[in-house]
């Protein structure tokens, strides 16, 4: 089965998620992605560590369908391989501030120099052209600069979702991005910077928040997991855990007021639509909390599926990976590294295409693993690699 990336190649000197993931994305779908990485290993690399080496649980999952290299491309024999290695390539992908990417040669100019038709696919925290370009940030920033961490929690402890969703959600713009940006050079032959950014991404999700507040001055606070635009939306605890109950629109509201068996809520004007309903979503929390109160979680999730009622149970991380749907779907992929006693559960491409959908190829690269074939497929000789090595260039 052909890849739609087939043929393309990536440079990844991301780091962390944002940079990483998008290249990893594009590594699904066929891309040949070559990994970047301090000669020591970058700091990514051994986050939340599971080998006796250190490497990390993100890094598995960032790192699949990849070749790794090392490189320090602040020395003027590492500037040198960067270009040589840009002139084979077809992207480059680098989450770092636009004067970093300038000291490492990687801005546009440089590349283009290079390469005419390359496309540079720059993340960063806060994006070019405004008094915070060259900030430096992680995902956190993006939530609570957005107004997300202030509508999160309760008005007197905001809250930080664990998953950093806002650096995912900026990956997966990039690799959209770059995908137009290849679609468009197959047409016109140019290379482009595609841009993206964490606070651009988070702005994107809170948008709607954004245009009701300019729009009606609303002011809202922050309601824990109680939804504030329809109801019942909320977690709720049971006999033997918890579980959320999410409903929109006026017959799911009907089918909830009768598996309550009781219809006025039907009749009263306060919960006449969603934005009422939102409005008052303490007084429907509170019915459903008393009822499923007393019972266990799975009559809970039986009587919502019954009337068709969005619900689902509050899992723990071990019961995810025992989750039957998971299972069912293959949705994890077992895949083997060197030093774990399991293989790590990788999760496969989110999106799946029905005519070439993205696969995990290849587990992912130990530190350098693949320095020596790369440098030699640069013209490298064996005894400048080694020359390269001892000064701590590769």
């Not at 956190?140 to 202030?150: D, E, I, V």
């Not at 290849?362 to 320095?371: F, I």
Request: some cysteine.
């Amino acid at each position: 089965m052909s890849k739609v990336l087939q043929g393309i190649r990536v440079l990844d000197f991301g780091r962390y998620i944002a940079g990483p993931f998008c290249g990893t994305l594009l590594g699904d779908m066929g891309a040949e992605v070559i990994r970047i990485e301090k000669v020591d290993g970058s700091e990514d690399r051994f986050l939340s560590p599971i080998t006796k080496t250190g490497d990390g649980a993100l890094f598995m999952q960032m790192a699949r369908n990849k070749l790794c290299m090392t490189l320090n491309p602040m020395k003027p024999e590492g500037r040198e391989i960067v270009k040589k290695l840009v002139a084979t390539a077809d992207v480059v992908v680098a989450n770092l501030p636009p004067d970093t990417l300038q000291a490492m040669g990687l801005d546009y100019d440089s590349l283009v120099a290079t390469k005419p038709d390359i496309i540079l696919t720059m993340i960063s925290a806060f994006g070019r052209g405004g008094p915070y370009s060259n900030r430096v940030g992680f995902d956190g920033l993006g939530q609570a600069m957005s107004g997300n961490m202030y509508m999160s929690g309760t008005p007197d402890q905001p809250v930080k979702a664990y998953a950093p969703f806002i650096d995912f959600g900026t990956a997966s713009l990039a690799a959209f991005g770059t995908m137009a940006a290849l679609y468009e050079r197959q047409n016109s032959g140019k290379g482009q910077v595609v841009e993206g950014s964490l606070f651009n991404t988070a702005l994107t999700m809170m948008n709607g928040t954004a245009i009701e507040q300019a729009v009606i001055k609303r002011n809202r606070v922050a309601s824990l997991n109680r939804s504030q635009t329809s109801a019942p939306a909320d977690t709720f605890k049971t006999k033997d855990g918890w579980v959320l109950v999410q409903s929109v629109g006026g017959p799911l509201f009907k089918r909830w007021a009768d598996l309550m068996g009781e219809d006025h809520w039907l009749d009263d004007p306060r919960f006449k639509d969603d934005i009422t309903r939102g409005d008052n979503g303490e007084l429907i929390s509170a019915r459903l909390a008393q009822w499923c109160a007393e019972r266990t979680s799975q009559e809970v999730l039986d009587a919502m599926e019954e009337v068709r009622l969005p619900a689902g149970p509050v899992l723990s991380p071990q019961q995810v990976l025992d989750d039957p749907h998971i299972a069912a779907k293959g949705l994890f992929q077992p895949t083997e590294y060197p030093g774990l006693d399991t293989p790590a559960p990788l999760m496969r491409t989110p999106v799946e295409l029905s005519e070439t959908p993205g696969e995990i190829r290849s587990r992912p690269p130990t530190l350098g693993e693949h320095t020596q074939q790369i440098m030699a497929e640069l013209g490298y000789s064996e005894t400048e690699i080694e020359e390269l090595r001892s000064i701590r260039v590769i």
